[in-house]
């Protein structure tokens, strides 16, 4: 099949886009290879990728409508993982505006590109577990109420669930939505709590726990994350005909781990103690 990957310089736009060249998979990738962290992390990534014949970039930004539909391989597509999106939740405090260009019109461009293409493919898109907001408890259930967002870029992904929902009853274009939780691994992104503790830890230098530590997260390794996906995207049936062609899915590890033992993770491979 021939997959286009939006976000495909990213640790999981990468990653996905790796398995699916090894499995024998045509990859058209599009990234606008911003500087919200380190770019050329994101060019290393994508360096990987091009060893391959069988890989093809595109340098673009996906809420460019316009460019996205005059994409040259668009009527070839099979199935689309869109997973460009503007991450972070501290940084939406900053640049709330890049959130809604990159998560939400960017989102709207690609079911756009859904809609216009010649093989109306399947599209497979990065949701969040934040979309869960500070109420839900594990087992994390896809039917909870996810209509009270503690951040922008929480009610960015919940927008873009709607969305999908939307076009689907409207156009019957098929779609699944992936609830990633807190994906973590080689070649990940510094921004996040376990590279950016870990720095600090090194350097000596203090790290900032908020809440007394007394908060949860649930964690998926990149290569669990990487099979759920994979799972989803290479399968032949996926929708019973009758049925809304929209679903979401949780990828996680369902075992939410204390932010405390989380930091005596990394002291324990690092063999320095945190600075709080």
């Known amino acids: 099949m021939k997959f286009l990957v939006t976000g495909v310089a990213g640790f999981i736009g990468s990653s996905i886009s790796k398995a699916l060249l ?5 990859v058209i990738g599009i990234d606008n290879l911003n500087a919200y962290y380190d770019v050329a992390l994101k060019q290393e990534r994508l360096h990987r990728l091009q ?3 069988a890989f093809q970039f595109h340098k673009m930004n996906v809420a460019d409508h316009e460019a996205l539909l005059a994409l040259p391989e668009r009527d070839s597509i099979d199935r689309v993982i869109h997973l460009a999106a503007q ?13 809604a260009e990159s998560n939400m019109t960017g989102h709207l461009a690609v079911l756009e590109f859904c809609r216009r293409a010649a093989k109306a493919p399947l599209l497979i898109y990065a949701s969040s577990s934040s979309v869960y907001g500070d109420d839900a408890v594990a087992p994390f259930s896809e039917d909870a109420n996810v209509d009270r967002p503690v951040s922008l870029y929480a009610a960015t992904k919940r927008a873009d669930e709607l969305m999908s929902q939307a ?3 409207l156009y019957d274009i098929r779609q699944i939505g992936v609830r990633f939780f807190t994906v973590y691994g080689p070649w990940g ?11 600090r830890i090194l350097r000596g230098e203090t790290i900032r726990v908020f809440n007394g530590g007394k908060m949860k997260r649930d964690f998926t390794f990149i290569e669990d994350a990487i099979a759920g996906l994979m799972a989803i995207a290479t399968r032949r049936a996926i929708f019973v005909e009758g049925e809304l062609a929209h679903k979401l899915y949780n990828i996680g590890h369902n075992q939410p781990v204390s932010l405390m033992d989380f930091i005596a993770t990394i002291e324990a491979a690092t063999g320095q103690k945190a600075r709080m």
């Open 51 to 53: 060893a391959s014949k």
């Open 189 to 199: 992104r510094p921004d996040m709590a376990y590279w950016s503790f870990t720095d």
């Open 22 to 26: 090894d499995a024998g998979h045509d």
């Open 167 to 169: 076009y689907a009853k």
């Open 87 to 99: 991450a972070g939740v501290r940084y939406s405090l900053e640049n709330p505006f890049a959130y």
